[in-house]
């Protein structure tokens, strides 16, 4: 059997133990599929973007911040009732079915309301899909598992987040956008059929407890704590230097007049350069850098890159510098930032880190991208200006993040009992190279 000689082989190299080696094939496989058709999709989204047009990405911004607070409470109130079984097949169900509808949609070419309403349904649905494989992940291992396989799961996503986007870059030509998006149901299908391979007949006895917590219990605790309130502070930071260059891209993109086809190509060809580097920097440097110079100078490194580049592009305002930013922005992010963000939640106590931490990465995340729309048309100024506004936006992050250096210093010494908080399963979306 395929699976059998894998898990023999992935023995060698993982601590795998007997009877796993099924199970971790399954949630590897589930992964990779998962994240292979978001990456699929994620240059679709950008090639809606840019139809929408950059003068009014805001308001796409705007409707995916109240989609994402519309669909946050429906998803805890089934994840409350359904068995875990029923909501994996009615999210990914539902999931690949508005997926053929938009296929349908924009078959003939995307009106500026379908390539919207497809612009802020991708933009929300990975962020639910990614949380509730993790959900049946953290269901269907125990903990000791977890801290010896789930590494390895997370790296059937970085592989498919590689794929996803090699698939769009040779296939759209062939099959056209509205294709990809059935290419991608499939994928997803594909992957809750592994999934439930992982969670039938293995979950935990936790596994039918609702989930707790909710976007107002989150947004309290980041309101109580100085710490969490800083965590948030940087994080709608980096989403509004990211989004100024975004719309740039989307601007600088459009006027170059090239096909739907070939826009999403170049985005696909985007998506990998950043995803080999940002996986490049998680093996290899993010854990060193942490350990040696420390958590604050981590964070404060990927901004202060970017200053640079930023003055270039506010000399010469071309396409190749805006992608060049786009490419450090965004792998530096998710090699580099993410890393060290999700290290600050460790010193953070259980209960409130886990109700802060989903309101953080969701409903403050999204907030940052539409502040940051709004703040871009209001400010009316081209890309010279955008780009020299964005370089006191870095020189701030780079400072906030020296600062968090220090805090997180501070909390694990004064706020922490002992060994709370570094003994923790791997995070949903830190495991993973989910983005923007």
């Known amino acids: 059997m395929a699976s059998s000689a894998w898990a023999a082989r992935l023995a060698r190299v993982v601590d795998c133990r007997p009877g796993e080696g099924r199970l ?29 047009g950059p003068d009014r990405l805001q308001w796409a911004f705007t409707l995916t911040l109240a989609g994402m607070l519309a669909i946050v409470p429906l998803y805890g109130w089934a994840a409350a009732r359904l068995p875990r079984r029923a909501l994996l097949a009615t999210v990914f169900a539902i999931t690949a079915l508005v997926l053929g509808g938009f296929q349908a949609w924009i078959a003939g070419g995307a009106s500026p309301a379908a390539a919207l309403a497809l612009f802020v349904w991708v933009s929300v649905f990975n962020l639910i899909v990614v949380s509730l ?30 794929v996803g986007p090699t698939i769009t870059a040779f296939s759209v030509h062939a099959v056209g956008v509205h294709g990809l998006l059935l290419v991608s149901a499939a994928l997803l299908l594909l992957s809750l059929l592994c999934i439930l391979q992982v969670a039938d007949g293995h979950a935990t006895p936790e596994a039918g407890q609702p989930l707790g917590g909710n976007v107002l219990a989150g947004l309290a605790e980041v309101a ?44 696909a060809l985007i998506d990998l350069a950043v995803n080999l580097l940002a996986l490049g920097l998680q093996a290899m440097v993010a854990g060193r850098l942490m350990q040696k110079v420390g958590l ?26 805006v992608l060049v930013i786009q490419v450090i922005s965004r792998a530096g992010g998710h090699g580099l930032l993410r890393p060290a963000r999700e290290a600050l939640f460790t010193a953070v106590p259980r209960e409130p880190r886990y109700k802060a931490k989903n309101v953080l990465d969701t409903v403050v995340s999204r907030a940052g991208d539409a502040f940051g729309g709004w703040l871009h048309a209001a400010a009316g100024l081209g890309t010279s200006g955008v780009a ?42 830190a495991a993973a190279p989910v983005q923007r």
């Open 24 to 52: 971790l094939f399954w949630a590897f496989s589930g992964f990779f599929l998962l994240l292979a058709g978001y990456y699929i999709l994620r240059p679709v989204r950008e090639e809606m973007g840019v139809q929408i």
């Open 133 to 162: 494989f993790w959900t049946a992940m953290a269901d269907s291992f125990s903990h000791g598992q977890a801290r010896r396989l789930f590494g390895m799961i997370a790296a059937g996503g970085s592989t498919g987040a590689l």
């Open 224 to 267: 109580a704590s100085p710490y969490l309130a800083m965590i948030a502070l940087v994080i709608v930071l980096q989403s509004v230097v990211g989004t100024f260059v975004y719309f740039e891209q989307a601007r600088l993109v459009k006027a170059a007049a090239l096909a739907a086809e070939t826009r999403t190509q170049l985005f």
């Open 296 to 321: 604050g100078i981590t964070l404060a490194a990927v901004p202060l890159l970017l200053v640079v580049p930023l003055a270039v592009l506010a000399a010469i305002p071309v396409l190749t510098a």
């Open 388 to 429: 020299l506004a964005a370089v006191p936006g870095a020189l701030a992050l780079a400072w906030l993040g020296l600062r968090l250096g220090q805090r997180y210093q501070q909390q694990v010494a004064e706020t922490l009992p002992p060994g709370e908080g570094g003994a923790r399963a791997p995070d949903a979306l």
